[in-house]
């Protein structure tokens, strides 16, 4: 065996070594973490899940939104069915339910599960191809005041827009909010506005708005041409969101990691599609003097029309009673969660905490961390990205030695004929 090929085989033991070394690490520091096969969370995490039912919304609905709620525009409060936010038929209408601050509304480690119908004519195949619009927003969003605030004369818009940053309390554009509100906005548009938009509808847009004064959305080029944050392009739907089938919108936020998630579920069955997901550094604003962040759900009718129906909003927290989510540990309890819990493996270690909780301190710019790349980590992805590296350099080796044990040969039958 010639001195480069040793080379190369000790290289490849050493590696394996390593690989081998680090499993075993890894295994026996969370031993009681796992089950027998080394696989699945063993143990019941420590972080536990409480449902908040002040920024919950569930029949009998007029109890709630008396309580924790408000209301702006026409939706229709049936107490034991739903909130119809917009009713097909009726042209240039808007409805918009958001939590009110009473109660809690200081969420940090949450999940919201929005459970809603979209259709116009239930009469007709669900095949028929038929216009409809205009959709419906999910926000989460540190600004409520624009939907208590009088907003009749130039005044008092103005006055407001003063003391709010910019916001344009007066504009409904998207779908039933102003289209600079701060925060997380999910639109669902079931009309294609532009002759640009190469998705036909529904789809989905997704944005992050900070600053008021220079964050919109567009409705014109159905949320193209925004100036906030776009988190993803626009995302395709299917068409049985607009058939009447009941669907959940899901949202899992983790300000403890920064981490994002959003999910949908055509079927309201448990059969979650991924959206869009950020594991870490993503930091939704919520309000500098109160701490909380506001739901809200809206939607509205131009031209066309169509009838929008919440059927619940479920919002749930994530705490681990008695510590401190400033703490790492804290931190490592909330990944083994989100790994139990739904199956998702963060990687956040000590440094890129420090950093977080430092970024979060100071008042976090969300452009300083959105270049940053997500990453699917955690042991197992780790283990199979080397292993895909060792095999690489293996089939490296063998192409190498065959093809030079080959050219060896060659050399050989070349001498051997001018020999003979």
């Excluded at 809206?298 to 681990?320: C, M, N, P, Q």
């Excluded at 510590?323 to 790994?339: I, Q, R, T």
């Excluded at 350099?393 to 050989?412: A, D, G, T």
Aim: overall charge neutral; glycine content about 8%.
């Amino acid at each position: 065996m010639k001195a480069w090929e040793k080379q190369v085989h000790g290289a490849i033991i050493l590696l394996v070594f390593l690989i081998f070394q680090l499993a075993g690490r890894y295994l026996k520091q969370h031993e009681g973490d796992l089950d027998s096969n080394g696989l699945l969370p063993r143990r019941v995490p420590r972080v536990q899940r409480y449902h908040n039912s002040d920024a919950s919304l569930c029949a009998p609905f007029l109890d709630k939104i008396n309580e924790y709620w408000i209301t702006k525009g026409e939706p229709q409060i049936r107490n034991y069915e739903d909130i119809r936010l917009t009713s097909r038929g009726r042209v240039g209408q808007y409805g918009v339910v958001m939590s009110n601050g009473v109660g809690d509304n200081t969420v940090d480690d949450f999940e919201i599960e929005v459970t809603f119908k979209i259709y116009n004519d239930r009469s007709k195949p669900k095949n028929t191809q038929q216009l409809i619009g205009d959709g419906m927003a999910i926000v989460i969003s540190p600004e409520k005041d624009f939907m208590s605030h009088n907003m009749l004369s130039s005044y008092a818009r103005k006055q407001y827009e003063h003391n709010s940053g910019g916001i344009l309390g007066n504009d409904r554009t998207m779908m039933g909010f102003p289209k600079n509100l701060p925060g997380l906005a999910i639109v669902v548009d079931t009309y294609r506005n532009s002759k640009k938009t190469k998705l036909q509808p529904p789809f989905l847009s997704l944005m992050l708005n900070i600053d008021p004064e220079q964050h919109h959305y567009s409705p014109e080029t159905d949320g193209e041409e925004s100036t906030g944050y776009s988190l993803k392009p626009l995302t395709k739907l299917k068409k049985s969101l607009v058939t009447g089938a009941v669907t959940k919108l899901r949202i899992i936020y983790l300000e403890s990691i920064g981490f994002l998630k959003i999910d949908m579920d055509y079927s309201s069955n448990g059969n979650w599609i991924e959206i869009y997901q950020k594991d870490s550094g993503l930091f939704l604003p919520k309000n500098m003097k109160t701490g909380q962040r506001f739901i809200g759900v809206g939607a509205s009718t131009g031209e066309l029309t169509e009838t929008v129906e919440i059927k619940r909003v479920d919002t749930y927290e994530f705490h681990w009673e008695g510590h401190d989510e400033d703490n790492y540990d804290y931190v490592e309890e909330m990944k083994f969660f989100l790994a139990h819990e739904y199956g998702e493996y963060v990687n956040l270690g000590h440094d890129d905490f420090a950093n977080w909780k430092m970024a979060r301190a100071e008042g976090l710019e969300f452009d300083s961390l959105a270049s940053q790349q997500d990453q699917k980590s955690g042991y197992f992805f780790f283990l199979f990205k080397w292993c895909i590296i060792l095999f690489s350099i293996y089939m490296l080796s063998v192409y190498v030695r065959v093809s030079l044990r080959r050219l060896k040969m060659v050399k050989q039958k070349h001498k051997h004929g001018l020999l003979g």
